[in-house]
């Protein structure tokens, strides 16, 4: 199913947005992405991301390049940060992604990003999306990083958060508030499974949430100008980190498609 957007691209006087959605290991695929907006030298007024869009936008907001992203992404060691124990309650918590922030965000400030970013995350006792863009930073997007059941609930201002793709995956609407033109990178692309491939209990329950990241992924395609999804991507687990080169380099094909086709119709500017 190809369900690529791509209205013209604004004027370099609008303002434009970038939309980074959640998809866990895949968030690589981001990284492309960035480096082709790069070589088009589209710089986004104003950045949102969910979970893996949360991480990889925080860190290109604060000024880190995608070559840097990308060798963050094939060189770090996650089971060191994570260490060889689960903790007795059966959940991890985010000291590796805290020592990651600390690095490369050493001011812990919204406010002192070189691009402005917003980040989101599901308030676990009200069950509504909230939106994080002033303040300290850490803990919104270590929140919305944390996937349920693996990961400890984060406390912000005395309330548990979790992964912000539990209500929002692709956090467009947001954009619109400021921007002219949105760009959105989707990790999790609608596709169809033969009934063989559904036939254990894992397999059925990633496919159930799956369908529902999909459907919230829906209502956020109308805000979205030009989309840049691969199918090919649903080829890579969300859960295997091994494959950052191999993303890496699908987001920047499948971008530099998408904008070249843009950029080369007479429907731009």
Known sequence: MDTTQSNSLPSH??????????????????????QA??????VPTLVSGTSAGALTGSLYCAGVKPAELLKISTSTKWYHFIGPHVPNNGL????????????????????????????????LQTGFLEYFSSGPIYEPVIASCAVPIVFKPVIINGMKYLDGGITMNLPAQILRQDCDYIIGSNLIPH?????????????????????????NIKQQLPFVDLLIESEAISEFSRFDLNNAEKLFKLGHKTALEKLEFVFNSNIYI
């Open 37 to 42: 907006l790069d070589e088009f030298n589209i």
């Open 92 to 123: 991890v918590d985010f000291k590796f992604l805290q020592q990651l922030l600390n690095k490369y965000i050493p001011h812990n400030s919204f406010e002192k990003l070189k691009i402005p970013f917003i980040a989101t995350a599901t308030n």
């Open 13 to 34: 006087k609008k303002k434009i947005g970038l939309c980074l959605s959640g998809g866990g290991a895949r968030g690589a695929f981001h990284i492309g992405v960035l």
């Open 191 to 215: 596709n169809s499974l033969k009934a063989e491939v559904l036939n254990s209990y894992n397999s059925i329950l990633t496919r159930v949430l799956e369908i529902n990241l999909f459907n």
